[in-house]
């Protein structure tokens, strides 16, 4: 049965990545940890894989629309998608099996990742909730200053860090930091998202492969297929559903799922 709704949840996954940029990965891992029961290390590694194709064929729409800012993408992709690289392939590997204790509790690997990705998506949701308005109607910045360009660096390489460790594409941290920061408009703010995700989850995975030789392709065909039925039926609405809206009520929904992950890991403490 949970496999169902998971499969179900897959469909979601895709209309979420599609209308939102964002909010495929924080799904597909708690989906493919709690009702696929992989743990938290290997669904990390499946999910870059899942979201890095889901994340691509999305591009395709927003590229088709020019809704995607290319110098942005590679002064944020090329150190985020070093980063997540060696990140997979040597940072994640040579964490301890136990990472904390405190008296007779323990923190292992597992549940430190799943608590990172439980602060990560709070952080992010509260992002999209404070925002205004304001920054989703105004004009592109002028990002050919050095300082702009030194702070995109420093972002795209923090973010290529943290999504490396949680097994996301990062949408939910890169889009808010585009949007204010960069101030783009936000359909071309998830356009961009959705192509560094692309390029930082696809090479995630080849990190993945080096250090994990027992992947099941099968379960994650599978899940990318129902997630590419999400896809279609978000490209039909992407035209027909505020931008700003949309955000603001996924942020109250990154709440939830955030409080769902830390209450389910420090109650298994």
């Known amino acids: 049965m949970s496999e169902y709704i998971g499969f179900a949840s897959a469909v979601v996954v895709g209309l979420l990545v599609v209308l939102i940029g964002a909010g495929g990965s924080i799904l597909t891992v708690p989906v493919l940890v709690y009702l696929f029961h992989l743990s938290p290390v290997v669904a990390t590694g499946y999910a870059l894989l899942i ?22 993408a590679i002064i944020f992709g090329i150190p985020s998608v070093t980063a997540v690289y060696l990140t997979r392939r040597f940072m994640l590997p040579a964490l301890p099996d136990e990472m904390f204790s405190f008296g007779e509790y323990v923190i292992t690997k597992d549940a430190f990742l799943m608590l990172l990705m439980g602060v990560l998506i709070f952080v992010s949701a509260t992002t999209m909730v404070v925002v205004k308005r304001n920054y989703y109607d105004e004009e592109e910045l002028n990002l050919n200053s050095f300082y702009y360009t030194r702070m995109i660096l420093i972002e795209g390489l923090v973010i290529g860090i943290l999504t490396g460790l949680v097994g996301t594409g990062g949408g939910f941290m890169i889009i808010p930091a585009l949007v204010i920061m960069c101030n783009l408009p936000i359909k071309t703010a998830i356009g961009t998202a959705l192509l560094i995700a692309s390029a930082k989850s696809g090479i995630g995975f080849l990190g993945e492969t080096a250090t994990n030789a027992d992947i099941d392709y099968e379960l994650i065909f599978q899940f990318t297929c129902f997630a590419l039925v ?34 389910k890991e420090l109650i298994s403490l």
């Open 51 to 72: 979201v890095g194709t889901t994340s691509i064929i999305s591009t395709l729409s927003y590229i088709k629309r020019k809704m995607v800012n290319y110098r942005i």
């Open 230 to 263: 999400g896809i279609a039926i978000g490209t039909f609405f992407s035209d027909k559903v505020s931008g700003y809206k949309l955000r603001h009520l996924f942020g109250y929904f990154l709440y939830l799922v955030g409080a769902v992950i830390l209450g």
